[in-house]
Structure formats: structure tokens, C-alpha cells
């Protein structure tokens, strides 16, 4: 509702903008995330705006109640702010809200009903401000920065990440951390679309209508923190999905034919606005897809004229379904994104040249290491090493190795840190937790970062229950230094490594210069202080056979995804080590013969490996364990 307000506002152009002041603003969005949860109790929300000035204004906002927080749906809108502070970080200058702070965001289409998108209930505008926002929206128009990213399917090409409007007509969930949406807007992907094939009693949503218009409609499987946003979203509802990502996949057909098709995948995370939006009924784009789709509708053909299968494309002959439910209750593991590839024998596997990809029924005969807590490896993107993860005794003796009786003076309390010693008189040992500032002050525990000198093994595990980060560090002289044989960073379960090869280590003091407005995140502690950071990964070489034969492939890349259990977080939590272990007792039952044991439904890529001489090499992808068996939850 707009209020009778005669307070005329004055705005301030972006590049006039100073530190310390309090202005108002209108901008065009040249980029922004979707709110999201920081790492404390509060919503945040990223706006980067520009006007005709060319000046550019990075805004960050926090509220503990998200529908407070500026209402940004495209690259595009145009924005109000009343009452944003403006600060300053590594010479750039930064909007932050300060009390009182207000916002109104417009559609950014030229043409398009002025309605402001807001949480307040009253609010001024004038003639004066609906002549800013349509000057804005003809400015715009002949900027680079907003060239066209809401595309039409038939407009996609491969590898493209893009916004689509769309029309949601079904939806179904696959497991915790995907979900497949079905989507059209009624025009036709110029390649073959890959097709998620979902229980007919789990896909919500009109069957009939979703089989007539198979050909129009697209898969989308959305993964991660976007998930709880897809299962939220009501089928027949008008959508953006932002940042989609057209990825093209090569497959082999049964006469060794290479086809192409698209899979559309929601990445998790919110870069470059990643996420799922609802616009507004009175979207100018939204009323003119609905005039699309209500004219298609009358004009389709009936399904028997139409070649429904996505396998069809591809000249493969898929099976009826009914053949792959009873194959999938027969077997402990699960492809839900390969399910019309044809099964081939591993004898044919083994003499056709890589590299190539299969979908295979085997058993597996035995696994290597039969210690599975050796499985866990780090391995480093940059220099492709894997390395053994330090067990407690090692780093117990690390930690002690950086510990110090007499604490230098000197290294306590810094511009940017405050310094507490904890004396261990039992022990003859000082333990000294630093804490680290934001704007100036203290944290809450759960929110806060603390660098950690002389600390055990067990005090660190205790420590990391209460505080949100924590990085070892050992004195040298008056300066704080990393040990890259210890973790750089401790987050709960996450305990960061380090690669000591290909790292090049900065002054601790680097971490002054991390954004204060933002949580702290591990890829970015790494960035400032130089690391290159490891990954937790499982690496197992599993012995396959069938009744043709039998091979060795390795479950590394995806093992995450086979087993559905964190890497990074198995060391440290025992339910985790238990699970593993029952997966692998299932799969590889002791004390039983091979031809007793479950069957695996599996893909299977075949690559050449370098080892001395060339030969092929086997690794198992895009296959998880079903969830039919009683695992640990």
C-alpha cells in the first residue's frame, strides 16, 4: 500500500557515493544470490547495482527474517534502497543496511506494470519515482550487462548455463539431495533431452498431460539447498530456475553408435543467482508465456503420434518398465539416471576400446583396502596426489609439536584478534585461543573464528562443539604461523587439509582482510592464506564379475555419491564408519560363496591409464546403493 507521504527523497548517484554516509538509491541488479542462511541465525542477501553513472555498488544484507530482505528475481530489476550505509573494503566501497533501511524492486522490463516487490506495508512513490524507474529501464537496454539470459528451450545450446521461464507440470523426489522437476514452455529443445524415468506413484502431477506432451517438456534435476525450494513449489505454477546448467552427455548405443543428449542440472549453491523463483502473476514475461502454452494446447497431436521414449532418440530400444522395476529389487545398488541403457556383458566391456560407457549386472567378488578407514584419502585437484589423512595419534603429536610453556608476550592480542591463555598446570602447558574480530568486536561462539596454539587432539574435537571455526596455528617469535601437517581450518566434523607441495603460504594476518559482512567460508580462508586446499575422496579398487567374466574398477570420483555418505566427515563420526562397514558386508557378504552374493546394477566408463604401459582402466560412476537395506539412518 503507498502512503500519503509528502518526504521528498533525494538520491544519491553512484559515483558520488563516500564512506560513513547514509544515502538512498536506485539501481539496475547486475548480479545477486537468492537469500540464504548464514552461518549464525540471520538471512543473507547479495546485490551488486549499477546506474547510469557506471558506477558499480556491492550491497550485502542480513535479517533474521528473509521476507524482509530486497526481493531480487533477475538480472535486470531495478531497485530501490532507503537509508543504506556505505562502507568501505580493500579500497571498494560496499552498501550495508542500516535502521530504517527499506526496499522496492521493479521488473526491469521495459513496458511492464510499475509494482513494487516489497515487505512493507506502506510506502512513498511519486510521479518523480515512476519516471526513474522507466528511465532506468530504457537505459538498460543497450547495456552489456543485461544482455539476454532468460532463454527458450529451443533457443539452448550445449554446455550453456541460462534462466528459463517456464511452466512446472510435474515433480518428484529421488532421494535427499535431488529432486526432478518437469518443466515446458512450449517450445522444443533442438537437441534430444534426457528423461528421468520416476515411479509413475511418485511423480505428482497430470500422467496424461505429461505423456502428451513429452516431446515439449524437459527433466530437471535440482540438487542440494535447492531441493526444500522445488518440493515447496505447487505443480501448474510459473517458475525461473536460474543458472541452469544444459549439459551435453555422450553415449554409446548397442550398434557402438555415439549419440548426444542434454541434461538439465540446478547445481547446488546460489552463484550467479543460482535458484528457483516465482515471478509475479502480473510478470509481463509470465502473461505472455501463458498466451504461448494456451495456444500449443489445442494444436497437439494425440500421443500415438508422438515418440515418447527418450531411449528412442537415442536408438536404443528401452525396455518396459515393469522389466527394470523387478531388475532394480533384485539388485542392492541403483542408476536412476541410465536406466534405458542396455546391460553389457563384461567380456565385452574388456575388449572394446575406451574410451566408452556401459551399464553392467555384476556381483562384487572382493574390494580392496579391506581396512575401510584407508579407503579415506586427500587428494590434491592441482598436482592430482592422494595422501593419507593423519590419524589421531599423529596429529596429537603435531599439536603438541606447536605447543608452548612459556607464551611469547608479543603474540598476544593484535589489531584484528584478542588473545585468552588457558593454563594447564596439571600439564605444565599453556594453551592460547585467539579470537578474531568482525567490525571491531567480538562473535558468539557459534558464529565465531579462533586460531588455536598448543592445543590436543581431544581439546580441539571439544572446541569445535562450541566455536563455528578453528585454525591451529604455532608461534614463531611474535608472529602466528599454519602447519600444513595439521588441519588449516576446523569446522564440526570438517577438519581442512592443505596440500604442502603445492601451497604457498601467506602471513596469518591475511585473514584481517576477509569481507567482515560475510560467514567464514573454507574455500576463502584457503584463497587468503595461500592454501590449496585438499579433498576428502574414497578410493577402493573393487574386483566385478559376471558370468562372462570379471574385472577390477576403481570407485573414486563418485563414491561419495555411491555410498551417500560424507568422506570428510567419516573419520570423525563413528555411525558414519558403522554405516560404511554394513554397505560393504551387504555388498560383499563374508563367509558366503560369490555366486550367493547380491547383484549390482552399475555404469561403468572405460578409460586408457599410463602405469608403465598403456591399458585399460574401469571406474564406476553415476550408481548409489538402494536404500531398501537396513542401514544405519
Known sequence: MMSASAQKYIYTPLDQITEGVVVNLYGVVTFFKFPYRSKGTDYCSTVTIIDQ??????????????DTLPKVCSVGDIVRFHRIKITQFNGEFRGISSNGFSALVFEGTAGAPILPRTSSKT??????????????????????HFSKSRLKLSEIKPEQYFNLLCQLVGKAELDTASYLLKVWDGSKCPEPTWKVCVEEEALEGDSDFIGHHQHLTVDVLVYDNHVKSAKSLKVGSYIVIQNLHAKLHNTINENQARNCYLEFHLHGGTCYGRGINVPSENDIDVKEL????????????PISSVDLTSDNELGQKSPPFNAIERCQQLSVTVHPTHQGWLTTPLC?????????????????????????????????????SLQDIPDEEKLDKSFQVNSTSCPD??????????????????????????FVKKYDIL???????????????????????????????????????????????IQGNRWHYGCRKCSSLKSIEA???LPSDGSWNATEIAKALGIEPLTYTFVMSLTLEDETGSLNAYLWRQAEQFFQISPSEIFMVNLLQEQLHDIMTTLCPPGKPVSEYPWMDCCIRSYNSCDGE???????????VTQRNSYPS
Not at 560407457?357 to 598436482?383: A, D, E, G, T
Not at 598403456?614 to 548409489?624: G, H, K, M, R, V
Open 53 to 66: 553513472s557506471n558506477a558499480k555498488l556491492l550491497c550485502t544484507f542480513f535479517s533474521g527474517n528473509q
Open 123 to 144: 510506502y512513498s512513490f511519486n510521479e518523480e519515482d515512476h519516471k526513474i524507474v522507466e528511465s532506468l529501464r530504457v537505459w538498460q537496454m543497450g547495456q552489456a
Open 290 to 301: 501463458q498466451k504461448v502454452l494456451d495456444a500449443v494446447i489445442p494444436n497437439e497431436n
Open 348 to 384: 565385452t566391456v574388456i575388449k572394446t576400446k575406451p574410451p566408452q560407457k556401459y551399464r553392467i549386472r555384476v556381483r562384487l567378488k572382493s574390494f580392496r583396502p579391506q581396512h575401510l578407514y584407508q579407503s579415506v584419502k586427500l587428494h590434491c585437484s592441482k598436482c592430482s
Open 409 to 434: 608476550s608479543d603474540s598476544q592480542n593484535a589489531y584484528w584478534y584478542q588473545s585468552v591463555m588457558w593454563k594447564r598446570h596439571h600439564e605444565d602447558r599453556t594453551v592460547t585461543i585467539h
Open 443 to 489: 562473535q558468539n561462539p557459534e558464529e565465531s573464528l579462533i586460531m588455536v596454539e598448543g592445543g590436543t587432539f581431544k581439546e580441539f574435537c571439544k572446541l569445535s562443539r562450541e566455536f563455528n571455526s578453528i585454525i591451529p596455528v604455532k608461534a614463531n617469535q611474535a608472529d602466528l604461523e599454519l602447519d600444513l601437517s595439521t588441519p588449516f581450518l
Open 511 to 513: 585473514l584481517s582482510s
Open 614 to 624: 598403456e591399458q585399460n582402466s574401469f571406474e564406476i560412476f553415476d550408481t548409489l
